[in-house]
């Protein structure tokens, strides 16, 4: 069994951030939020430096006190997200800071991961100062029990007790290869982890249908961004359909 439905998805673009190229604000649902900012490419450090590519530093902060084992762990993943899915070899020898910050407290599952994930693809594509070989959208999948069978769900409710489950990010974009699925060009998975809880287990036909799933889902949220970023108004105009397709055909 397997269910693809999402909550309420939540899009903003963060205008009055001081000091840094593009901001997003990104929510599952209103106890799953988190909020992201791009700078870059600046001058990088003499240590950070890179002769054929940009460094990309990526901080994560926690909705209260600092930053722990976990925000670090969440940092390394969204870091190697952004070097997969941004063309670094054209900005030899800068920095691109990413800074994501929890709006809300983890809730059970990786939802607060996949927001943040989403968060900083929406800051990448506002700053607009860094090319991209798509767009990347995550989603969270849970394992539920129901009966004696195992269901895999995305977008799972704050209080539902998870077998396990994981998080897939997949980059979306009109020059990849593979079958378009409804409005969404072909995709790839650049991102995931799954797993069971202890003394619980899954086979590779799991993985695969979680993955299916969780593809199906970030479909949704891909359609979401577009639509996000075809009502956003700059100061004084508003951004074209054909400026809207540049930004999300990549």
């Avoid at 600092?66 to 952004?82: L, Q």
């Avoid at 593809?215 to 970023?229: L, P």
């Amino acid at each position: 069994m397997s269910s693809t439905a999402l909550r309420s998805i939540s899009i903003s673009s963060e205008e009055g951030l001081d000091g840094v190229d593009g901001s997003a604000r990104f929510s599952f649902h209103p106890s799953c939020s988190a909020l992201a900012s791009v700078s870059g490419p600046i001058t990088a450090r003499l240590a950070a430096e890179h002769p054929a590519r940009a460094t990309v530093e990526v901080y994560v902060r926690p909705l209260s006190s600092v930053p722990g084992t976990a925000e670090k762990s969440r940092g390394m993943a969204i870091r190697e997200i952004v070097e997969r899915s941004c063309l670094l070899a054209q900005h030899p020898r800068t920095l691109i800071q990413v800074v994501v910050q929890a709006l809300t407290n983890p809730t059970p599952g990786y939802a607060l991961l996949a927001a943040e994930i989403n968060a900083c693809t929406l800051a990448l594509i506002n700053a607009g100062s860094i090319a991209m070989r798509g767009v990347v959208c995550a989603v969270p999948v849970g394992r539920v029990k129901k009966g004696s069978a195992i269901s895999v769900e995305v977008d799972v409710a704050d209080d539902v007790v998870l077998e396990g489950g994981g998080c897939f990010a997949f980059l979306f974009g009109f020059a990849l290869s593979g079958p378009i699925k409804g409005s969404a060009p072909p995709c790839e998975d650049v991102w995931s982890t799954y797993s069971a809880r202890p003394g619980s287990s899954f086979d590779q036909a799991e993985l695969v249908r979680a993955r299916e799933v969780a593809r199906e889902a970030a479909a949704e949220v891909w359609q979401c961004v577009k639509n996000s970023i075809r009502h956003q108004k700059t100061i004084g105009e508003t951004q074209s359909p054909h400026e809207v397709d540049v930004k999300m055909e990549i």
